[in-house]
């Protein structure tokens, strides 16, 4: 297979049918919200999810992964086509792209994001977990059994391996490297790497649009710009400001200054008395490095979102339903990053709702956040039930 062939079909299944997923819970979301980052953000989202959801039960029942790999992608591929369709109106909104640029701050994050990709795709990984998952990926897009039913080492079979095989992830990896052709160890570390740095950062400026949201937008006489109402009726006092010969940000400068400033710590949080590889900035195939720099601050997104909206958007019978449809699959993803994130993303989702529902005293989003939760949580504890059984403590 050419590797221009191999390319291509990395960007339709990890480009193209994580965005034609993304529509539809991107539609159940604020206008506002109607963005392409939005779009790949929840398709991802809502493919892992769904990837976790048929995974762990397929590798207990079965233990082969043959028609696990040939009906999975079969089943993105329709879901794909299906929330295309039925967003197809919403397609002019999701890729109204504005560039600023004649925004300083804007290139100087567009610099540090592509130097610290560059760095992670050229930097080598001195580090034994990638070795033994790479190495259980690569074993099992070989063979037709799966699920950590072979040695990373050999190949050869062994026993399921209670520890890791709840993970998704990997499996993942092992699918896209029989879809694209590409190795799973390079599909980890380059293409993912890549959709993990791109989707922390939006997920850093999409935050940081709601924390600058009172601040005066610059006025432009662009045709695109006089179309955003919303911006340009913000654009008050302005002229004000400037009297005091003091620099005051507009709401985009300062947007792109918070996400350069998160951008710069992220450079030089390397170091550390335990290791010295970070999981965002060397470990980022890791699944502890999409729990932390992705589901972590996207799930304070949500209840920010959440907790500044009226309970006027989504279905009428269902308010903010896309919010929580993609609440609830962030849990499933918790799940398929690893130990880490079946302990922490339940927790950390439910507190976060519970947080802010009282602090805003709006209980219906800790209710609705806990009903879309119940799924997940079936899966966890039958999860946890097996490991403390292989491990002897109950029912042994």
Same mark, same amino acid.
């Given at each position: 297979?050419? &590797?221009?062939?191999?390319?291509?079909?990395?960007?339709?299944?990890?480009?193209?049918?994580?965005?034609?997923?993304?529509?539809?819970?991107?539609?159940?979301?604020?206008? *506002?919200?109607?963005?392409? %980052?939005?779009?790949?953000?929840?398709?991802?989202?809502?493919?892992?999810?769904?990837?976790?959801?048929?995974?762990?039960?397929?590798?207990?029942?079965?233990?082969?992964?043959?028609?696990?790999? *040939?009906? &999975?992608?079969?089943?993105?591929?329709?879901?794909?086509?299906?929330?295309?369709?039925?967003?197809?109106?919403? #397609?002019?909104?999701?890729?109204?792209?504005?560039?600023?640029?004649?925004?300083?701050?804007?290139?100087?994050?567009?610099?540090?994001?592509?130097?610290?990709?560059?760095?992670?795709?050229?930097?080598?990984?001195?580090?034994?977990?990638?070795?033994?998952?790479?190495?259980?990926?690569?074993?099992?897009?070989?063979?037709?059994?799966?699920?950590?039913? !072979?040695?990373?080492?050999?190949?050869?079979? @062994?026993?399921?391996?209670?520890?890791?095989?709840?993970?998704? #992830?990997?499996?993942?990896?092992?699918?896209?490297? =029989?879809?694209?052709?590409?190795?799973?160890?390079?599909?980890?570390?380059?293409?993912?790497?890549?959709?993990?740095? #791109?989707?922390?950062?939006?997920? @850093?400026?999409?935050?940081?649009?709601?924390?600058?949201? $009172?601040?005066? &937008?610059?006025?432009?006489?662009?045709?695109?710009? *006089?179309?955003?109402?919303?911006?340009?009726?913000?654009?008050?006092? +302005?002229?004000?400001? $400037?009297?005091?010969?003091?620099? !005051?940000?507009?709401?985009?400068?300062?947007?792109?200054?918070?996400? +350069?400033?998160?951008?710069?710590?992220?450079?030089?949080?390397?170091?550390?008395?335990?290791?010295?590889?970070?999981?965002?900035?060397? =470990?980022?195939?890791?699944?502890?490095?999409?729990?932390?720099?992705?589901?972590?601050?996207? &799930?304070?997104? #949500?209840?920010?979102?959440?907790?500044?909206?009226?309970?006027?958007?989504?279905? $009428?019978?269902?308010?903010?339903?896309?919010?929580?449809?993609?609440?609830?699959?962030?849990?499933?993803?918790?799940?398929?990053?690893?130990?880490?994130?079946?302990?922490?993303?339940?927790?950390?989702?439910?507190?976060?709702?519970?947080?802010?529902?009282?602090?805003?005293? *709006?209980?219906? @989003?800790?209710?609705?956040?806990?009903?879309?939760? @119940?799924?997940?949580?079936?899966?966890?504890?039958?999860? %946890?039930?097996?490991?403390?059984?292989?491990?002897?403590?109950?029912?042994?």
């Amino acid at each position: 297979m050419s &590797v221009i062939i191999k390319v291509l079909l990395c960007i339709l299944w990890m480009v193209i049918i994580p965005g034609c997923i993304g529509c539809l819970p991107t539609k159940l979301m604020h206008k *506002k919200y109607h963005t392409l %980052g939005f779009v790949l953000l929840n398709g991802y989202i809502c493919m892992f999810g769904i990837f976790q959801m048929l995974y762990f039960p397929t590798a207990l029942k079965w233990k082969d992964s043959a028609y696990f790999y *040939k009906y &999975v992608p079969l089943l993105f591929v329709i879901l794909g086509f299906v929330s295309l369709a039925l967003s197809f109106k919403k #397609l002019k909104q999701f890729f109204h792209i504005r560039v600023p640029y004649k925004n300083i701050f804007f290139y100087i994050v567009l610099v540090m994001i592509a130097f610290m990709i560059y760095k992670r795709v050229t930097l080598g990984v001195n580090d034994p977990d990638d070795s033994y998952y790479m190495g259980i990926a690569m074993a099992d897009a070989a063979t037709d059994g799966a699920f950590y039913f !072979h040695s990373a080492f050999t190949g050869g079979d @062994i026993m399921f391996q209670y520890r890791y095989g709840y993970m998704g #992830l990997i499996t993942f990896y092992s699918m896209m490297q =029989r879809l694209t052709g590409i190795s799973a160890s390079v599909v980890a570390h380059i293409p993912m790497a890549i959709m993990v740095f #791109l989707a922390h950062y939006y997920v @850093i400026y999409e935050i940081g649009k709601i924390l600058f949201d $009172k601040l005066p &937008v610059k006025v432009v006489k662009s045709k695109e710009d *006089k179309e955003d109402k919303e911006e340009t009726e913000v654009a008050k006092g +302005a002229e004000e400001k $400037k009297k005091d010969n003091k620099w !005051h940000p507009d709401k985009e400068s300062a947007v792109y200054l918070f996400t +350069a400033m998160v951008a710069f710590l992220d450079l030089f949080y390397n170091v550390s008395v335990y290791t010295s590889q970070t999981f965002l900035f060397v =470990r980022t195939w890791h699944g502890k490095s999409i729990f932390a720099n992705v589901i972590v601050p996207y &799930v304070l997104l #949500l209840m920010i979102i959440l907790a500044s909206e009226n309970q006027d958007v989504g279905l $009428k019978k269902f308010p903010n339903l896309g919010y929580y449809i993609i609440t609830g699959f962030l849990v499933f993803v918790s799940l398929m990053t690893g130990s880490t994130g079946m302990i922490l993303g339940p927790l950390f989702i439910g507190l976060s709702a519970l947080v802010t529902a009282i602090g805003n005293k *709006k209980p219906g @989003i800790f209710v609705y956040t806990l009903l879309y939760m @119940i799924p997940a949580m079936m899966m966890i504890i039958r999860i %946890g039930l097996i490991l403390l059984s292989a491990k002897g403590i109950i029912f042994g």
